[in-house]
């Protein structure tokens, strides 16, 4: 009879084994719950980043927020960039922090000038942190309006301008 | 000697054993693993996101053999098919316009309802092997961390939130509309008498039993010292403690308490709360203000009548849905 290659299956059984414990193991441990939660809060953060622009859009003239996102973007200076910590458009920078007092958020706004798209800082509260959530809105803008609030968007009086806002928010 | 041929060799044996306890074990365990995150708290996590969107973004539906509509709030007795509490305009088109401002009065009805067709209308439970098991819950609407209170109700539904066992919870924010409001501009309030003009005048016509909110823009300032003094009900002093709350919104949107010491500018909108309890009786009341240095209209305007210039007031408000095991 031939007894030799006794030890090479044993060895295989052990590799085997210690394969099964090692896949066991990982599979185990928290590895695939978090993805989960983690879902969870991205999707919070978005909700709440996206309501706010949305309550500040159709809120009233009789409410707290006392002027709308479309008014507050009208309002806004083109030729200045915010840099951190000033802030050039505080009018929208304080209804947001109304609204959602323990998240951080910057604002930028894009839109189309002489063909190009142009993106500026308006509001800067730091560097998002890695799990930052982007939400945007759109807001149309007339001269009428733009006059009415002071900002400087120089329309003509049947041109129209779309301005995307969008929010880049975090927790820290 | 014997023929050993055709016997089933042991190493064959040992091979097919652990081969085939290995696949069992394989076929077990390989579904489970997968479901091992998403079946629990998933679920809960999306009954909470269901529930919070279904309440802020849409207007709810009711119908019987006849009729129906999104006003289910004035059909209480009949088939309420969805619960949503979206302010609609036209109650016969299935959309609204408004997503996220939330009705008072759907709100109100939601709180009459009862638990059952709440958790079946809502779809606050799941389902295994056709056996229905509720999910605990906790909606509210709260304000400055206080719930808000609608018709004299704090708008709190559910159970108290349990800290022993893992939750899933989404938070909307949403317009409420809260009441009502009038807004007056600074010129067309008239001065009290002659040479009064600091003192303008508003009438409100009683019984009023709930909060009564007064916005005033548009301020002529006349002085270096401009700002509110006293508020006065038929000629006697409200306090400022107990009856009425006073603050101003610049135009950039902060929102401060005015005393007497507090200055006001002419693009500040000015707003007055009278609390609940004080204006109950069946007359006509007079308001009167006592400002500083702002000159406000001539005393031949009319006194304006607050419930002429009534608006709907919406107040920004948190939707928290909270769901559990």
């Known amino acids: 009879m031939n007894d030799k290659a006794q030890l090479h299956t044993m060895e295989g059984l052990l590799a085997a084994i210690l394969m099964t414990m090692t896949v066991l193991m990982i599979t185990q441990s928290t590895a695939i719950v978090t993805p989960q939660n983690e879902l969870a809060i991205d999707v919070q953060l978005e909700q709440i980043g996206s309501d706010t622009l949305k309550v500040i859009d159709i809120a009233p003239q009789t409410s707290i927020i006392r002027n709308n996102l479309t008014e507050c973007v009208a309002s806004w200076d083109t030729t200045t960039e915010a840099s951190y910590p000033t802030n050039n458009l505080e009018i929208l920078d304080n209804s947001i922090s109304n609204l959602m007092p323990e998240i951080l958020y910057n604002v930028n706004f894009a839109y189309t000038r002489n063909g190009n798209l142009t993106v500026k800082k308006v509001i800067i509260h730091g560097q998002p942190a890695d799990n930052a959530v982007v939400v945007r809105h759109y807001v149309t803008l007339t001269n009428e309006t733009v006059k009415t609030m002071g900002g400087g968007w120089n329309l003509a009086d049947d041109e129209i301008k779309v301005v995307e806002v969008r929010m880049t928010t975090w927790k820290v | ?325």
């Open chain 2, 1 to 325: 000697m014997v023929d050993d041929r055709g016997q089933i060799a042991i190493d064959f044996l040992l091979g097919i054993s652990l081969f085939l306890i290995a696949l069992i074990f394989t076929v077990q365990f390989i579904p489970g693993m997968s479901m091992a995150g998403s079946a629990r708290e998933g679920s809960l996590d999306y009954t909470a996101y269901r529930t919070a969107t279904i309440l802020v973004e849409d207007t709810g539906w009711w119908g019987n053999n006849t009729s129906s509509g999104t006003d289910w709030e004035s059909h209480p007795t009949d088939n309420i098919e969805r619960i949503g509490l979206a302010v609609d305009d036209d109650p016969t088109s299935r959309l609204t316009n408004s997503p996220n401002i939330l009705s008072k009065n759907k709100t109100t009805q939601l709180m009459l309802l009862n638990e059952n067709d709440l958790t079946e209308t809502l779809g606050l439970y799941n389902q295994v092997d056709n056996t229905h098991f509720s999910y605990g819950y906790n909606i509210s609407i709260t304000k400055n961390n206080a719930p808000l209170v609608l018709n004299n109700t704090p708008v709190l539904l559910g159970e108290t939130v349990p800290y022993d066992r893992e939750t899933s919870k989404i938070t909307r924010i949403v317009l409420v509309e809260t009441g009502t409001i009038a807004d007056f501009s600074g010129e067309e309030l008239p001065m009290k008498a002659a040479n009064q003009e600091e003192y303008p005048l508003i009438d409100i016509t009683g019984p009023l039993n709930e909060e009564v909110t007064l916005y005033i823009s548009n301020f002529n300032i006349t002085g270096g010292d401009p700002g509110f003094k006293k508020l006065r009900l038929d000629g006697a002093p409200l306090s400022e403690v107990s009856d009425y709350l006073a603050y101003k919104i610049s135009p950039n949107g902060t929102i401060e308490i005015i005393g007497t010491t507090g200055k006001i500018d002419n693009d500040d909108v000015v707003a007055f709360v009278i609390y609940q309890g004080i204006l109950t009786g069946s007359q006509t009341y007079q308001l009167e203000f006592q400002f500083k240095d702002i000159e406000f209209g001539p005393t031949s305007l009319p006194v304006p009548e607050y419930q002429d210039v009534l608006t709907t007031y919406y107040e920004p408000a948190y939707l928290t849905v909270e769901v559990w095991n």
